[in-house]
Each structure stands twice: as C-alpha cells, then as structure tokens.
C-alpha cells in the first residue's frame, strides 16, 4: 500500500470479545477501570497500524467516563475505528460494549477517542495514507472527528 492511497474507515476497523475476570474486577465484582483502558488502547492502536501498516504511539486519550458497570463474566465487545487521519496521526474512536452471556443483556460501558502518531525505524513521525469516509455514518464520525481535533489543537494553544 502506499502512503498517498486513501483507506476507509472499514478498512482498519477492528473488533475483540473479552470476558471479564475475577482477577479483572474490584471487590464488588465490576471492572477494573485501568483493565478496560488497556484494552481501549491496545485495540485503538491495532485499528490505527492497520491504517497506515506502520508502527503507532499513543499520543492522547481523551477523558474517559464510564456510562454502565461491566460485571464478572460478562463479555466485553471493543470496536475501533479510525475517525480521522492528518498528516502523521490518527484519531481511533472506540465504544465498548457489555453482554451478559446468559441473559443477553446489552449496553454500553463507555466511549474512548485516542490520538495516535505512525512512527518510523527511527521512531520518527511519518505519514499516513488519508481516510476516505464511504458511509454517511463514517462521514459523520470523520467530521464530528474534525471538531474534536480543532478543539485539542486549541486546548494546547496550537493553530486549529
């Protein structure tokens, strides 16, 4: 692939199922916090190598809230995709969902966006291939994605 071919968001997209573990949870029995921003991370940056077949850091997790408690033994469905693409970085968004294995209760536990930088062998910033939103709903993402990075831009008094 070459670094000026445009990929879409389904291109990179990615999905995992995890179940939540005893030694994964606090004594009343839900989510461990620090576990599930490790799989955010660890599936944003997947999504994001995808993209660009290049090496990633994270650069930036924006807050992160959580709307619903995940409990033990219920899975845990992450799904990334990349939202935006600028010059040498990636915003990855990434919802994480709850399913009770038995029941089939289903909700979600929280939203993420993480800012990610390709790097080279040296560790260096390079390019990344430019996204192209097919979908009404990537271009949604990819513009509300727009926002957001004009908004971190400012907030670190940089030019938007």
């Not at 995890?18 to 921003?37: D, E, K, R, W």
């Amino acid at each position: 692939m070459g670094q000026t071919e445009g990929r879409s968001p389904s291109q990179s997209a990615i999905e995992t199922t995890y179940v939540l573990m005893p030694n994964q949870t606090n004594h009343y029995g839900t989510a461990f916090g620090g576990v599930i921003m490790s799989w955010i991370d660890m599936v944003a940056g997947m999504c994001a190598q995808r993209h660009c077949g290049r090496q990633v850091v994270t650069a930036a997790i924006d807050s992160l809230a959580f709307r619903e408690p995940i409990r033990i033994g219920e899975h845990v469905i992450l799904r990334a995709q990349v939202n935006y693409a600028g010059t040498t970085s990636m915003e990855v968004g990434v919802q994480v969902m709850y399913e009770h294995p038995v029941t089939g209760r289903k909700g979600l536990a929280t939203t993420a966006y993480l800012t990610f930088v390709a790097v080279d062998e040296n560790q260096q910033p390079t390019p990344v291939p430019p996204l192209v939103p097919q979908t009404d709903e990537e271009k949604r993402r990819y513009n509300e994605a727009i926002a957001r990075v004009a908004a971190r831009k400012r907030m670190r008094g940089r030019p938007a």
